[in-house]
């Protein structure tokens, strides 16, 4: 071979390992409800930077559907509904799952409607136990389930990065929590994640045995769950245990009415920070142990409760000389003839500059800090991301926790 053909031929090779070599080309994928979505949708044929884009219209199959896709850092998966069309994943039973994510890393799913299955999305290892890691649910719309929204609870799994984002849920039936984040126990651990903006309500149904807003198990660490508006849940709007000894979970600016148990669940190791609760038929904060998880190391700041019944505030055993439980700021709008804080058993506790209708129980700390007002006007985050927007009126939701002037 001549110098001139060798150098083609060296030429010719490099383009074909170019256009061959993996990650180099991302690919657009559309499809509609009678091409064979549901073979791309299960199979191994994505790449790291595929985007999948489904048309309008109902997607039905009542074979298992399973999603074992991996992305790379800065270069995902995204599966998405086309711009404002309507996408419907409809399983025709709940003997199954709508859909099952199994050892999924980088992958985002956007802008779905899914209904009709056993769960909503089950999130959880592969085979080999590879857990799922790094996912973005977004912009889903997630209602009349049998069961649970969306889990992360497969026992042995460590969850990383997940973030749960703009989705709006209602009416799920079974467990019925919206968000069931870890295993019981800390047999499953969800961590280092994002919890925000979503719309969640209606859980409450007949066939609701439970019926959280959002979950967190104990063990489970560093998460964030940031501006959710949280109404018609059966248990608490939100319940988080404690992270044994790892970093906090912070829980702010979310807004949360019409629970049938508290507002807010925190056995311990917590920062409560700018929520807003009212009408609830338990507390509206409430905290004593859980699965292990002892009072303390917790932090309620600046949230502003009314409740009517049950005292807005109460504390139950724990609080250790270490770390303790700090009570800053808040406004505490109980009954005036009755309770605004009730507190038990508990040692280490710090408080400063609270304000509240009501008496307090059981707190020197907190009575010393205690400031008696009859009428608060709250001051509600914007939280504008958020889709509750597109059906609530945000001038009837203020009135919510609006106390009148005695």
């Not at 791309?40 to 039905?60: H, I, K, N």
């Not at 504390?315 to 605004?340: H, K, R, V």
Request: net charge neutral; proline share 6%.
């Amino acid at each position: 071979m001549n110098p001139t053909s060798r150098q083609l031929a060296s030429a010719a090779s490099l383009v074909l390992v170019f256009c061959f070599a993996p990650g180099t080309s991302a690919e657009v994928i559309r499809l509609g409800p009678q091409d064979n979505w549901f073979a791309r949708l299960g199979g191994d044929s994505l790449q790291p930077g595929d985007e999948v884009v489904f048309r309008a219209g109902v997607y039905s199959d009542p074979r298992r559907l399973v999603l074992r896709h991996r992305g790379e850092p800065g270069n995902p998966i995204v599966i998405r509904a086309a711009e404002g069309e309507r996408v419907l994943f409809r399983r025709p039973d709940a003997k199954q799952n709508s859909m099952n994510l199994e050892g999924c890393r980088h992958l985002v799913l956007s802008g779905l409607e899914i209904t009709g299955g056993a769960a909503g999305i089950r999130i959880g290892p592969d085979a080999s136990g590879t857990p799922s890691s790094d996912l973005v649910l977004q912009n889903l719309h997630i209602h009349h389930i049998g069961g649970v929204a969306v889990t992360c609870n497969h026992e042995g799994t460590v969850y990383r990065r997940i973030t749960l984002r703009r989705n709006h849920i209602h009416h799920t039936a079974g467990h019925g929590e919206a968000f069931y984040l870890g295993a019981n126990e800390g047999k499953g651990v969800f961590s280092d994640s994002l919890v925000e903006h979503n719309y969640i309500h209606d859980l409450d149904g007949p066939n609701v045995s439970q019926g959280d807003g959002i979950e967190i198990k104990q063990g489970s660490f560093g998460n964030r769950i940031v501006g959710n508006v949280i109404h018609g849940t059966k248990y608490p709007g939100i319940t988080v245990y404690g992270t044994t000894g790892q970093p906090r979970n912070v829980i702010e600016d979310n807004v949360i009415w019409d629970t049938g148990d508290h507002g807010i669940q925190a056995a311990a190791d917590a920062i409560l920070r700018n929520n807003f609760i009212a009408n609830v038929n338990g507390c509206g904060i409430y905290s004593r142990s859980h699965q292990g998880a002892i009072p303390d190391n917790l932090r309620i700041e600046s949230n502003y409760v009314v409740a009517t019944g049950n005292p807005p505030l109460r504390l139950i055993g724990g609080g250790s000389a270490g770390a303790g439980i700090e009570i800053l700021g808040n406004t505490l709008m109980g009954p005036a003839d009755g309770l605004a804080v009730r507190v038990e058993r508990l040692t280490a506790l710090t408080a400063k500059a609270n304000r509240g209708q009501g008496a307090v129980d059981g707190s020197s700390a907190i009575a010393a800090s205690w400031t008696p007002v009859s009428h608060a006007a709250p001051s509600l985050p914007r939280l504008e991301p958020n889709p509750a927007w597109k059906f609530l009126q945000r001038s009837e939701c203020v009135q919510r926790f609006t106390v009148p002037v005695r």
